[in-house]
C-alpha cells in the first residue's frame, strides 16, 4: 500500500509571496541606501525591485536555475551600472538571495521544516527563530569578516577607503603583511607565543587529562566540589584570575619570568581539557580496564593501551582549546609577564593603544585563520570520538 505524502498547500502569489518578498527587498535596499547616503530611496527600490522580480519569475520562469541565473544577472547589471565592480558582486548576491527567497515562498518550502498540521502561527515561529539564528549568527561572524579585506589596505587606515570599495587593484597591499614579518617587534612577539603555548598546553594537556580521569571515578569523595574549583578559571572574570596570580607569583618570586607565565596559561587551559576528556569518558566502558587488569597488565599499561586511545580525540581537543586560550589570551600576561614575555596578543594591544599601527589587521587575520583551522580539527576530532563510541554510525 502506498503512501502519499500530504501536498503542501500553495501560497497566494499577491496576498503572501509579492509582499513577503517586497518586506525583504526594502530590508536590503535599506543596507545598501545606507552605505549610498540614501537609505530612504533604497528601501523604495529594494521593495519595488524585489517584487517585481518575483512577480517575473514566478509568472514567467518556473524553471529556479534559470530564474536565479537571470535574477543575479539582472541585478549584477544594473548594480555595474550604478557603481561600478564593487556594485556588480553586491548585485549579483542580491540577486541571488532575493531569487531564492521568491522561489522558496511560492513552493511552500517555507513549511518543510514542520508537520502539515502545523498551524500558521507555528510556521511563523519556527522561521522567525531560524532568522534570529541566522541573524545572531551574521552579527557574530561579521567583525572577523570585515577585518580580513581591510588587512590588504594599501593605505594605513582601519577603514575602506574609495579605491578598496571601487575594487581597484591599486587600493589593495601586502604591505601589513611584510611589516609583520620584517618587523622585529612583531617577530619577538611571535617567538614568545610560540615558546609560551606549546608548553602551557602540555602541561594542561597532562594535569587536565589525570585530574579528569580522577574526577570519573564513582569513589572519588567531594568530587563536584573539586570539580568546580578547577574549572573556575573559566567562570571567574579574567581580570580577578589576573590580579591574583601577581601578587601570588610576586610573593614567590615568580612574577616577570618566563615560568610564571607559563603556569598563569596552563591554569587557564586545564578547565577546557578537564571538561572535554569528562565528555569522551562518559561513554568509556570501564569493562575494558577490568579485561585487562584480568590479563594482567598494570595500571600504567592499561591507560597507555587500553584507555588513552580511546579517549584521546577529547584529549587533543582539550589540547587545542588550551592551545588557543593560550595563544590568545592577553590580560594575564599583562599582569604576571615583563617585557621579555610580550607575546603577540600582548603587542597587538600595545599597537591599538601607543601607535595604532595597520599592521594588526594582518596579524588578527593569521589569527583567524589559524582557529578556523585548529576549531576544524576539533571538530573533527569530535565526530571521530562519537564514532569509536558509537555514537553515530559514520
Known sequence: MTTLAPEIPTPSLTGFTLPLNATAGALLGYVVGTAKGSPLIGVLLGAVFAAALAYALIQFVPQRRTGRIGAAALAGIAGLILAGVSGLIVGVVLGLVLSWFAYW????EYRMGVPIYATPREVLWHN???LI????????IAPIVVVIPLSFNAQDFFTFTPAMLALDPDGYSLKHYRDFLTNSDWQGALWNSVRIAPVATILSVGFGT???????????????????????PMIVPLIISAAGMYFFYSRIGLQGTYWGVVLAHAALGIPFVIITVTATLVGFDRSLTRAAANMGAG???TFFKVQMPLILPGVISGGLFAFITSFDEVVVVLFVGSAGQKTLPWQM????????SPTILAVATILVTFSIILLTTVEILRRRSERLRGMSPT
Open 105 to 108: 515562498l511560492d513552493s511552500g
Open 128 to 130: 522567525t527563530f531560524r
Open 133 to 140: 539564528c541566522g541573524v545572531i549568527f551574521f552579527f557574530l
Open 210 to 232: 589525570l585530574a579528569a580521569i580522577g574526577l570519573s571515578q564513582s569513589h572519588v569523595p567531594f568530587r563536584r566540589a573539586i570539580m568546580a574549583i578547577l574549572i573556575s
Open 299 to 301: 595500571p600504567v599499561r
Open 349 to 356: 594591544f600595545t599597537g591599538l593603544r601607543e601607535q595604532i
